[in-house]
């Protein structure tokens, strides 16, 4: 059955305290990997896809990795503005996604 | 260049009653699929169409709950004898090809569904 864990649940982090937050799958058929931002209230806004293993993305402070069984967001020097919730998906078989729980950012300044 | 509009945004329903949640893709997007997310949990999959058929509607209950997306008009999410339980936020989301998951897809602003 495939499955998608992110974690930590929450994370809270100083402004300028650079960490990672982890995402690990098991699919069968990995047809990418997705990473969203999610304001309170709003729909999840698109990041970033990985397709294999050793793929990096970056976008001003994000980066996003990849390995054959999990993937990383790293934050480096984050802002307040970056508080949000980070939803990790897999694209898998069918044409849907396969979402984690999310991992809960509040930075504080 | 609009991104994916859904409305409404806020949706009241006692119980029994019938929900309608629309939903426009993002212009070019002929893909449109619909997720659930309740509290406290993930965003569920629930079906994905293209113009005038529904590709796979695996995520989606049996009962009550219907989807479409005409030739003309935005796509719509239908649920009948809404219950307590239905009670989530509703996404839609589009991509220009559905092929395969390779191709990202974008997300409107949901609607809030409250049945009470």
């Known amino acids: 059955e495939d499955q998608v864990t992110q974690s930590p649940e929450a994370l809270r982090l100083q402004e300028g305290e650079s960490s990672s937050l982890n995402c690990s799958y098991t699919?069968?058929?990995?047809?990418?990997l997705f990473w969203y931002r999610q304001d309170p209230g709003k729909g999840p806004e698109f990041l970033f896809t990985?397709?294999?293993a050793g793929e990096e993305k970056e976008k001003e402070r994000l980066k996003a990795t990849l390995t054959k069984k999990e993937s990383f967001l790293h934050i480096t020097a984050p802002k307040p503005e970056d508080s949000a919730t980070y939803l990790c998906?897999?694209?898998?078989?069918?044409?849907?996604?396969?979402f984690g729980t999310g991992t809960r950012l509040t930075v504080i300044p | 260049n609009a991104g994916v509009m859904q409305n409404p945004r806020h949706l009241v329903r006692r119980r029994g009653q019938e929900a309608r949640l629309r939903c426009s893709p993002m212009?070019?997007?002929?893909?449109v699929y619909w997720y659930r997310q309740l509290p406290e949990e993930g965003l569920k999959f629930m079906v994905y169409?293209?113009?005038?058929?529904?590709?796979?509607e695996s995520g989606m209950p049996k009962e009550r709950f219907s989807a479409e997306f005409p030739k003309e008009g935005p796509s719509i999410l239908r649920i009948q004898q809404v219950v307590r339980g239905d009670s989530a936020a509703y996404f839609c989301?589009?991509?220009?090809?559905?092929?395969?998951?390779?191709?990202?897809?974008?997300f409107g602003p949901g609607t809030r569904l409250t049945v009470t």
């Open positions: 989301a589009s991509s220009p090809r559905g092929q395969s998951v390779s191709y990202e897809q974008y």
């Open positions: 699919v069968s058929g990995l047809r990418g």
């Open positions: 990985l397709y294999s």
């Open positions: 998906a897999v694209g898998a078989g069918a044409n849907n996604l396969f």
């Open positions: 212009k070019g997007h002929s893909h």
């Open positions: 169409l293209q113009k005038e058929n529904i590709i796979d």
